[in-house]
Every structure is written in structure tokens, then in C-alpha cells.
């Protein structure tokens, strides 16, 4: 095992994300109170989705004149991302097949982001502690953001909004680090900023994931040290 | 009930997704160099949709430029190599000063 791959160090790397979490789950508590929804609904929907994408995607689909298939389909196309992330991180989980399955569900965006090591492989224990500690604080940002009615506008006057932008960007100029990831991430970029004016974020992710298939290009092949 | 049925049945969609490459046949990660390669640029590629999508402006503008202004600060610090959480400070300091100026 990696002595870099533990829970400890999962939970301690995703700490900026566990605040920006926090905060866009007040966001979302304060959101979905807002559209009409039980408190038990909107932490139900953070305890057992955990993604913002499909939740506030939810909101949009749920609350407006769409019909509940049309909300279920919307949700789902918002998580379908997690499909080629399941395929690149499967093969390095660890244990029985049920531990396998519950370790599997660890799968996030911040969290498969900190667990990859760079070279397409991943840390299991990195992954899981970085959802152990971003979980809690979704459903109890979500609790907030319901029960006090955080109101939107002073989340975004303090600028607090942008911690997860600027935690993704940073991650990413950590991760790029040769030509051509970064050409693929350029390309990812322009991807989602076009698709996001015709689809909902969740489906924009997962085309942005798709991009990743440029590795199959010899052109995209990591340089020769 | 509705909704809690739609909330339950998104959640169920998003954990056997989260589960489906476990249904691989072979163990151990894969040999081919060109996936192993598309495994390794997923993160970045990734990583660039989050950011246009937390850019993203909700009802007035497409690109909310106050937060693009922080998320370019942050990544500008950190480019510079200077610590995690003070790239995130001044993330949400530069957000904060734009969304006063505008």
C-alpha cells in the first residue's frame, strides 16, 4: 500500500473542498427550502444523492413545469460522469466484493479528483476520506441552509461562492502539468462552456469527461521523460 | 411523494453507476498504455468542466465574471506556488472586491 494512501490524508487534502462543500450546501438547503420543498426532502436528496450537479438540477426540472420522468432523467444524465470515473477507479479498489461495492460509493468529483495519483492509477484510502469528510458536510451545510433560510445573496457578497472555482483551478494547475493534458483540459473547457448553453451543467461534466478518450491519440501520450 | 420518489430513484441511478466498473472481468488496473493514458487525463479534464460550471452564472449572466475574476486570482497565486488555502483567500477575496465594484 501507498503510506501517502491513507483516510487521514484523504480528509486533510479535501479540506478546501470540505468548506466549499459546507457552503454550497447551505446554498442548495437555502435553494430547495425556497422552491417549496420539505426539509426532509432536501436532506434526504443530500444524505442519499450527494451531488450538487443532479440536485440543483432537481430544483430547475422538479419545481418548474417538467414532470417527475423528465426531473428522474435529468438527475441521472447529471451523474452519468461517475461511469467512466467508476471504470478508471475499479480496478484499484481493494477486498470482497461487498467492499468493493460500499468503497465504490466514495466516488465524487473532489474525491476522485485527490485520489488519482497522475499516472491513471488511484488511492482507495484517499478517496474514501475524502468523502467521509465532505459527506457530513453537505447534508449539514443542506440542514442550514434549511433551517435558517441562509439568505443566497450573503453567501455570494462574501465571495464565499467562489472557493469552489478557484479549489478546482488550483487542483488543475496541479494536475496539468505536461502540453498535452493540458491541450485535453483546454479542450474540456470549451466543451462544457458550449454545451452548458444548450444541456444542463451534469450533462456538459460528462462530455468534459468524454474528452479524456484523446489519450487514445498518440498525440495526447504523455512526454518521454 | 413525488419528488422523494424522483430523489430516491436519481440516487439509485448514481450508485450503481458509481459501481458499474467493478463489473469488469479481468482484475488489476488495465495494461493498455492508451487507457491507462485516458484514466490519467480524466482528472484534468474533469477538473476544467468544474471550473466553467462553478463560473457558471445562475439567471443574469452565462459566466458570472466576479467568480471567474476569483478563480483566475487563485489559480494565478497558485501557479506562483504559494499554498492551497491562500489561493482559495484570495479566490474569494477578488470574487468578493468585483461583485462590490460591479
Redesign the interface.
Same mark, same amino acid.
Given at each position: 500500500m501507498n503510506p501517502d494512501d491513507t483516510y487521514r490524508s484523504g480528509a486533510r487534502r479535501s479540506?478546501?473542498l470540505t468548506v466549499s462543500t459546507f457552503v454550497l450546501g447551505v446554498s442548495f438547503g437555502a435553494l430547495a427550502r425556497g422552491s417549496g420543498?420539505t426539509a426532509a426532502?432536501a436532506l434526504?436528496?443530500s444524505t442519499?444523492?450527494?451531488?450538487a450537479?443532479?440536485q440543483l438540477a432537481?430544483i430547475g426540472v422538479?419545481d418548474g413545469p417538467g414532470s417527475?420522468p423528465a426531473?428522474?432523467l435529468t438527475?441521472?444524465a447529471a451523474?452519468?460522469?461517475?461511469?467512466?470515473?467508476?471504470?478508471?477507479?475499479?480496478?484499484?479498489?481493494t477486498g470482497s466484493?461487498f467492499r468493493?461495492?460500499l468503497t465504490?460509493?466514495a466516488?465524487v468529483?473532489g474525491s476522485?479528483?485527490l485520489a488519482?495519483t497522475?499516472?491513471?492509477?488511484f488511492r482507495e484510502r484517499t478517496l474514501v476520506g475524502a468523502t467521509l469528510a465532505q459527506w457530513p458536510a453537505w447534508i449539514i451545510g443542506t440542514a442550514v441552509g434549511v433551517a435558517a433560510g441562509v439568505n443566497h445573496t450573503a453567501i455570494?457578497?462574501?465571495? &464565499?461562492? $467562489?472557493? /469552489?472555482?478557484?479549489?478546482?483551478?488550483? @487542483?488543475?494547475?496541479? %494536475?496539468?502539468r505536461d502540453k498535452p493534458?493540458?491541450a485535453?483540459?483546454?479542450?474540456?473547457?470549451v466543451?462544457?462552456?458550449g454545451l452548458?448553453?444548450v444541456v444542463p451543467?451534469g450533462v456538459? &461534466?460528462l $462530455?468534459? /469527461?468524454?474528452?479524456?478518450?484523446?489519450? @487514445?491519440h498518440p498525440l %495526447?501520450?504523455?512526454p518521454q521523460q | 411523494m413525488?419528488?422523494?420518489?424522483?430523489?430516491?430513484?436519481?440516487?439509485t441511478?448514481?450508485?450503481l453507476?458509481?459501481?458499474?466498473?467493478?463489473l469488469?472481468r479481468t482484475?488489476?488496473?488495465?495494461q493498455h498504455?492508451?487507457?491507462?493514458?485516458?484514466?490519467?487525463?480524466?482528472?484534468?479534464?474533469?477538473?476544467?468542466?468544474?471550473?466553467?460550471?462553478?463560473?457558471?452564472g445562475r439567471g443574469t449572466a452565462?459566466?458570472d465574471p466576479?467568480?471567474?475574476a476569483?478563480?483566475?486570482?487563485?489559480?494565478s497565486t497558485?501557479?506562483l506556488r504559494a499554498p492551497?488555502?491562500l489561493?482559495?483567500i484570495?479566490?474569494?477575496?477578488?470574487?468578493?472586491?468585483v461583485?462590490l465594484l460591479l
Open positions: 479540506a478546501g420543498w426532502e434526504i436528496a442519499v444523492i450527494f451531488s450537479s443532479a432537481l422538479l417527475a426531473a428522474l438527475g441521472a451523474l452519468l460522469r461517475w461511469l467512466p470515473m467508476s471504470l478508471a477507479v475499479a480496478p484499484f479498489l466484493r468493493r461495492i465504490s460509493q466516488i468529483d476522485f479528483v488519482a497522475g499516472d491513471g492509477s455570494t457578497t462574501a465571495g &464565499l461562492d $467562489a472557493i /469552489a472555482p478557484a479549489f478546482f483551478g488550483c @487542483l488543475l494547475v496541479d %494536475a496539468a493534458t493540458r485535453v483540459a483546454a479542450g474540456a473547457a466543451v462544457t462552456v452548458m448553453l451543467p456538459a &461534466l $462530455a468534459a /469527461a468524454l474528452t479524456a478518450l484523446a489519450g @487514445l %495526447a501520450r504523455e | 413525488t419528488r422523494l420518489l424522483v430523489i430516491v430513484g436519481v440516487a441511478v448514481g450508485a453507476l458509481k459501481a458499474v466498473g467493478l469488469r482484475d488489476g488496473p488495465p498504455p492508451g487507457w491507462r493514458r485516458v484514466a490519467s487525463l480524466l482528472t484534468p479534464a474533469l477538473l476544467a468542466g468544474l471550473v466553467m460550471v462553478s463560473v457558471h452565462f459566466i466576479a467568480l471567474l476569483g478563480a483566475a486570482a487563485a489559480v497558485r501557479l492551497l488555502l489561493a482559495l484570495v479566490g474569494v477575496i477578488t470574487t468578493a472586491a461583485r
